[in-house]
């Protein structure tokens, strides 16, 4: 089903996270056999993918004349090519089950390529409105990768025209100039002051969130024009876009940091930068928890030390204390030019998870029901499986209402309803969000649809007819109270009409073959949901 085509402003309004809409995969391992999970495997990626040639073309069509077909256009060919690695993954992850069943160390590779599936699906459109942030970005067609490593500060595509990022981490040298010019306590690994021999284009490290900003704005002093300062967890994604698979960087190598170009012609980010993943986390402003007296930032990246999986860019889990220093934490430096921030600076979007009524019809059958969420173009649906806690992709529908068919009845499943903008997202892709089917229904209730006639201001409830029944009535049920009112008796019609004027707004009606006699509780089974638009 194409995307429901309503157009908002793309650049102003970007509130996105994530990565590129290619997706990440497990790193190629050996098992305690030597058996090379691997060795045959057509996934290997050292390099960020290349966009098909079609993607590249939809992409110049819009730089050159951005309307509101070619962006949907270009849109619908990046839902595609995340579908089609989706769909790789998932073959990868069958194969894997089979090829490790029985083996040494087997479990734990399908658990971690599990766990990245699972990631693809919960952070889905986050990946796929990041990359149309990067591909409607109008630096994207004048800035060539390859000519990167010519540039201290690089372009961040979908950050914000003025939104730049240092090509490394902060090394040891340039930390050097800081703590001379200022005075300011160095590290705490440096002798008398001074960082060890040959360390010079290593990642500083044992720097805290606030030596970091102390930094930043020393730059930003001598500057005098532009401003300098740490990235949000979002911009760090942006910048450093997808980590290719079988990328080459400092984690599982070495004991320790090493130097900040050691990878740079193997490996490098969205854009030309290098260093993304491995050697040091980095710091960035997103706070991850808070308390009266402890303040916890994301960092990014992963270390020398981490997991390979937890340098992926789109893990979102670690995290330290602002005022810590640690041994694997450095930081990269974000330049805004002229100091002009953008209207909206690219952060986890705020959308309200929608309130979901779920109802079981039959044994294999779930009704949902849910209340519009505010500049949401259409909703994904998740299955989540209370046996296994995993999440499955269903439907994505621009109503409001949906009936599902479950394929293994002997299943838990509860289910979420994700809204959708093309430039925010709802984070409520998890357990907490799902709700479980209520078993009872109401025998009495008849499935009806609405319909509003823009043109004539009519609304329109319908059914069909009930064999032996003449008379229905209808009831307007109100989401925010679960309460049933306004009863209108119709006999021998399966439709009424309401031709009075109506204020904007959403609204649901029940229809029954026998007056109701408890309004309230209602769980919102078989409503007719319209949307009455703005006159």
Same mark, same amino acid.
């Given at each position: 089903?194409?995307?429901?085509?309503?157009?908002?402003?793309?650049?102003?309004?970007?509130?996105?996270?994530?990565?590129?809409?290619?997706?990440?995969?497990?790193?190629?391992?050996?098992?305690?056999?030597?058996?090379?999970?691997?060795?045959?495997?057509?996934?290997?990626?050292?390099?960020?993918?290349?966009?098909?040639? !079609?993607?590249?073309?939809?992409?110049?069509?819009?730089?050159?004349?951005?309307?509101?077909?070619?962006?949907?256009?270009?849109?619908?060919?990046?839902?595609? =090519?995340? =579908?089609?690695?989706? #769909?790789?993954?998932?073959?990868?992850?069958?194969?894997?089950? !089979?090829?490790?069943?029985?083996?040494?160390?087997?479990?734990?590779?399908?658990?971690?390529?599990?766990?990245?599936?699972?990631?693809?699906?919960?952070?889905?459109?986050?990946?796929?409105?990041?990359?149309?942030?990067?591909?409607?970005?109008?630096?994207?067609?004048? %800035?060539?990768?390859?000519?990167?490593?010519?540039?201290?500060?690089?372009?961040?595509?979908?950050?914000?025209?003025?939104?730049?990022?240092?090509?490394?981490?902060?090394?040891?040298?340039?930390?050097?100039?800081?703590?001379?010019?200022?005075?300011?306590?160095?590290?705490? =690994?440096?002798?008398?002051?001074?960082?060890?021999?040959?360390?010079?284009?290593?990642?500083?490290?044992?720097?805290?969130?606030?030596?970091?900003?102390?930094?930043?704005?020393?730059?930003?002093?001598?500057?005098?024009?532009?401003?300098?300062?740490?990235?949000?967890?979002?911009?760090?994604?942006?910048?450093?876009? /997808?980590?290719?698979?079988?990328?080459?960087?400092?984690?599982? #190598?070495?004991?320790?940091?090493?130097?900040?170009?050691?990878?740079?012609?193997?490996?490098?980010?969205? /854009?030309?930068?290098?260093?993304?993943?491995?050697?040091?986390?980095?710091?960035?402003?997103?706070?991850?928890?808070?308390?009266?007296?402890?303040?916890?930032?994301?960092?990014?990246?992963?270390? %020398?030390?981490?997991?390979?999986?937890?340098?992926?860019?789109? /893990?979102?889990?670690?995290?330290?204390?602002?005022?810590?220093?640690?041994?694997?934490?450095?930081?990269?430096?974000?330049?805004?030019?002229?100091?002009?921030?953008?209207?909206?600076?690219?952060?986890?979007?705020?959308?309200?998870?929608?309130?979901?009524?779920?109802?079981?019809?039959?044994?294999?059958?779930?009704?949902?029901? %849910?209340?519009?969420?505010?500049?949401?173009?259409?909703?994904?649906?998740?299955?989540?499986? !209370?046996?296994?806690?995993?999440?499955?992709?269903?439907?994505?529908?621009?109503?409001?209402?949906?009936?599902?068919?479950?394929?293994?009845?002997?299943?838990?499943?509860?289910?979420?309803?994700?809204?959708?903008?093309?430039?925010?997202?709802?984070?409520?892709?998890?357990?907490?969000?799902?709700?479980?089917?209520?078993?009872?229904?109401?025998?009495?209730?008849?499935?009806?649809?609405?319909?509003?006639?823009?043109?004539?201001?009519?609304?329109?409830?319908?059914?069909?007819?009930?064999?032996?029944?003449?008379?229905?009535?209808?009831?307007?049920?109100?989401?925010?109270?679960?309460?049933?009112?306004?009863?209108?008796?119709?006999?021998?019609?399966?439709?009424?009409?309401?031709?009075?004027?109506?204020?904007?707004?959403?609204?649901?009606?029940?229809?029954?073959?026998?007056?109701?006699?408890?309004?309230?509780?209602?769980?919102?089974?078989?409503?007719?949901?319209?949307?009455?638009?703005?006159?």
């Amino acid at each position: 089903m194409r995307f429901f085509r309503k157009f908002t402003s793309i650049m102003l309004a970007s509130l996105m996270v994530a990565s590129v809409a290619t997706a990440t995969a497990m790193a190629a391992d050996t098992d305690d056999d030597g058996m090379n999970m691997f060795e045959n495997s057509d996934f290997i990626e050292k390099e960020q993918p290349e966009l098909t040639e !079609e993607t590249k073309q939809l992409i110049s069509l819009y730089q050159r004349n951005p309307t509101q077909e070619n962006y949907l256009n270009l849109r619908d060919i990046v839902i595609d =090519n995340y =579908n089609a690695v989706l #769909v790789r993954k998932e073959a990868k992850l069958a194969e894997l089950k !089979e090829e490790t069943a029985g083996k040494p160390g087997g479990l734990a590779k399908v658990a971690e390529m599990e766990e990245i599936v699972q990631e693809m699906y919960i952070t889905y459109w986050n990946r796929i409105n990041s990359s149309m942030l990067r591909f409607t970005d109008s630096r994207l067609l004048k %800035w060539k990768i390859a000519d990167a490593y010519k540039y201290d500060y690089i372009p961040v595509m979908g950050a914000g025209n003025s939104i730049y990022v240092k090509r490394t981490p902060v090394t040891n040298s340039e930390y050097a100039e800081f703590i001379s010019a200022t005075g300011r306590t160095a590290p705490s =690994n440096w002798i008398n002051g001074t960082y060890p021999d040959g360390e010079d284009n290593y990642p500083v490290n044992y720097v805290s969130y606030d030596d970091a900003a102390a930094y930043c704005e020393w730059l930003t002093e001598n500057d005098g024009v532009n401003v300098y300062r740490l990235p949000n967890e979002s911009e760090w994604e942006l910048a450093a876009g /997808h980590m290719p698979k079988d990328a080459d960087f400092n984690c599982g #190598v070495n004991d320790g940091r090493t130097p900040v170009e050691q990878y740079a012609k193997v490996t490098r980010g969205a /854009h030309g930068a290098v260093d993304f993943w491995g050697n040091v986390w980095e710091w960035t402003s997103t706070i991850r928890s808070e308390s009266d007296d402890a303040v916890s930032l994301g960092v990014k990246g992963g270390s %020398w030390k981490s997991a390979r999986t937890d340098c992926r860019t789109e /893990h979102r889990k670690e995290s330290r204390a602002a005022d810590g220093a640690y041994d694997d934490v450095g930081f990269r430096v974000f330049k805004v030019l002229n100091g002009e921030e953008p209207e909206q600076k690219v952060e986890l979007a705020t959308m309200d998870a929608p309130i979901v009524n779920a109802v079981r019809l039959s044994d294999n059958e779930v009704y949902l029901s %849910w209340r519009a969420v505010s500049d949401a173009v259409e909703y994904q649906l998740f299955e989540y499986s !209370e046996n296994t806690g995993l999440v499955r992709m269903l439907e994505r529908t621009a109503n409001t209402a949906f009936t599902i068919t479950e394929p293994d009845s002997s299943n838990s499943y509860r289910y979420i309803v994700q809204p959708i903008s093309y430039t925010a997202i709802c984070d409520n892709v998890s357990e907490e969000y799902s709700v479980k089917p209520e078993k009872y229904t109401p025998p009495e209730t008849v499935k009806a649809t609405a319909a509003f006639d823009k043109s004539t201001g009519y609304l329109t409830i319908s059914w069909e007819q009930v064999e032996g029944v003449e008379t229905y009535y209808v009831y307007k049920y109100n989401l925010d109270t679960n309460r049933l009112s306004k009863v209108k008796i119709v006999t021998g019609k399966t439709e009424v009409i309401y031709r009075k004027a109506m204020k904007s707004g959403q609204y649901c009606y029940i229809v029954s073959t026998k007056e109701l006699s408890n309004k309230q509780g209602y769980t919102g089974a078989f409503s007719a949901i319209v949307n009455v638009p703005e006159a």
